[in-house]
């Protein structure tokens, strides 16, 4: 379980790697009673905290050598556009990010290329994975009794 959360929120695996494979695991071992919600959900949080707070802290290490690369010159104007964004919308863009698919193993990156203390971080991303590990848990039991 903490496994694929954190490939699925890991930065760069996290871009192949859908929501939907946690979700169907979570599901089929739920209703086939091979392991309980107080069981999975804890280890698809830790799984998913790790990823993000990898994330970050390589945003923070790669950060002022990132806006060097070729990469980031050549895409320099939305790359100031986002980084404008995690500052002004941080949090939010930390709970919002880690509940859209698309996004999730971006925003720990750029919210630790930003500049955003670890501290701040740290509370918005464990409240962002208390929402998501809720929503997970929510969406294996309606599943579990969509199907029985």
Known sequence: MPT???????????????GIVLLTTCTIMY???IATLPQMLPLAFLGATIADHSGYYVGRWFGPKFHDTQFAIKRKAILDKSEAFMVRFGEAAIIFGRLM??????VPLLTGISGLSPLRYTLYDLLACIIWTT???LLVV?????FT
């Open 142 to 146: 309606g599943l579990e009794n969509l």
């Open 4 to 18: 694929i959360a954190f490939l699925e929120a890991c930065l760069g695996i996290g871009m192949f790697i859908s």
């Open 31 to 33: 209703t086939e009673q």
């Open 101 to 106: 698919t698309a996004i999730r193993s971006i």
């Open 135 to 137: 929503g997970l848990g």
